[in-house]
């Protein structure tokens, strides 16, 4: 069953990120993306990373795709003519195939991690209950520095993109 | 984690311990209410109400110097008290004042909204303000962040000019990059350092203490290498240090001159107290030494050869300082190179800082009452027939200067020679021939300035239309600051006192 769902999740990933990269529409490739993490998260869940799945669909899927989504449609564009082909991408792009499969192949030939490493590992931080403990005892602090963050960045929005009528009179 | 656990962890927050920036961070949220409250023809005092606010806090800072807390950590480890950050603190707060005073003359010259300016600079004080206190990576990262986020706002705050939106583009291309490599490098250090298989792993390998007793347990380790050099380059870009200057040019000159003046003094220092804290003697990658010395010891000889010979043609002082801002990062570096060895260097890397607080904040003082309504437009022709029109602002400009490029016995000269006998006893020979050849150089381009400044008579074109901004007459405030940073050059380099006293040295 393990072995199944993760080939079948390992393939959906791929293919869906083939996709991201083929796909000549913006609109279809972001959510050819979308798929392609919701497929990741499905294998941290087969991994028992529960938190971790939650977190890769809330905010790659949820945020940063729907964010991707809005200025894809913002611009408009339109899928350019193909372009043509010179020698030099080309070439860096054969390269780049090169050492990907590279990597691959001596990763799946030598890549073994010592095994009592992995079976003796604490599964810390793997529980939601224990991140938001953590996250409003220990971490208080940054969490808190991150909600300046976030109020200086809306202040920044607005302050570079709204249109200020009679400024004139602030001084 | 039961619940006693979480209660104690939760009891370790020691909210008092950090009032200055709990102060700054509530005078922010309270010029924003002032904002809303107040009716618009009384909008003036809110810049009254945030410089008020910051001399409060630092004079409570004062006089809370030799807190109870100095050498205890809390937020359970989070921050460490230190004498040093209590004078990193003073230093972010004596620049945000001074960064306040100089965005009242440039934002009175613009159609644009007023009050988030002090709002965020105040806001970035804070975080900087902890990161010289961090004692935890991911603390690092998150105020980092903030601080970096606000200076994006910042540098593209004048939003009518394309030089400042292209000005804060760059950086936020640049920074955010810079960001990611910081980021993969904490990352490395974390997953190594937790690897169960090492000796000495820990699973709270962010935190300093944790990390560095890791790090002595492995002493090659090649994936703590990896992460340590990728800490390294983007802490590099935070100080501009060459090959990381690339953005520092165009941004310094598309900001806002008091923006500046802020990236320029409080960013760079902030970016040396990371470094300090991560290659001092005591510091954190202390075991990998072999690893960031000539790391450190290349960027620094490369950042004073680039600083010095590129600011050389510059005609755009705003391009000038920044590029001799990147000669002072090498300068800078250098001390931090002489840090790994002797605990001197440390005490000479704060004074440097503040000799190039009170030299920088003079010249970007001239700058701002010499600027018009273009701001990225300050050329040196500008600054002719200076010494006739208004004396005060000339000899302002001639002692920031004459203490950037290190002339006796300005406190700019005391600073470069601390480092430069720092790094003599440190043993980094040739590193000092180097600056000692950029310092030479500097004092060319230095001298250009206060020679135009001086000796140069300025003779408006031929068709009538004078190109030259008007400039802004000195105000009571800012004369008293500009006079008093003036004093403090020539003060500082008679008397280093302080300096050695704050400090106590480990």
Known sequence: ?171 | MNLEAVKLAAADNLWSALFPELMLAGLALLLLVLEIVLPKKHHVVIPDVASAGLLGTLIGLFVNWNSSLIGAETFNGLIHHTHQGQMMRAFFMICALLVCQLGRLTLARQLMPKIEFYHIVLVVTAAMMLLAQSNHLLMLFVVLETLTIGLYILVSYHRTSTASLEAGLKYLVMGALSSGILLFGIVLLYGVAGNPALPAHSDNAMYYPELTRFLEGNRDNFVASLGIVLVLVGVGFKIGAFPFQIWVPDVYQGAPTPVTAFLAVASKAAGFAVLMALCGKHGVFAAYQSLTTPVLTVMAAATIIFGNLSALTQHNVKRLIGLSGVSHAGFLLLGVVASATSVLATNAIYFYLFAYLIASFAVFGVMTHLAGADDSDQDLDHYAGLAKDSPFLAGVLAIGLGSLAGIPPLAGFMGKFLVFVAAYQSGARWLLAIAAAGVVVSIFYYFGWIKAAFFETWTPPADGAPTRPARTPVTWVTGFALGFLALASVFFGFYQGPFGQFLTLK
């Open chain 1, 1 to 171: 069953m393990g072995t199944f769902l993760f080939n079948v999740l390992a393939i959906f990933t791929l293919v869906t990120a083939v996709g991201v990269v083929v796909n000549r529409n913006a609109v279809n490739a972001s959510m050819c993306l979308l798929l392609s993490l919701v497929g990741v998260a499905g294998l941290f869940v087969g991994l028992q990373a529960y938190l971790l799945a939650f977190l890769l669909l809330l905010v790659y899927a949820g945020a940063i795709v729907a964010l991707f989504l809005f200025i894809v449609m913002l611009l408009d564009t339109k899928g350019d003519a193909r372009p043509t082909l010179h020698k030099l991408p080309v070439a860096a792009r054969v390269l780049a195939v090169g050492l990907v499969g590279l990597g691959v192949v001596s990763f799946v030939a030598q890549g073994k991690l010592p095994e009592p490493a992995i079976g003796n590992a604490p599964a810390v931080g793997a529980t939601l209950k224990l991140y938001a403990y953590q996250l409003f005892s220990t971490y208080l602090l940054p969490v808190q520095i991150l909600g300046f963050l976030l109020l200086i960045a809306m202040l920044g929005v607005i302050v570079l993109s709204k249109r200020f009528e009679g400024l004139e009179d602030i001084k």
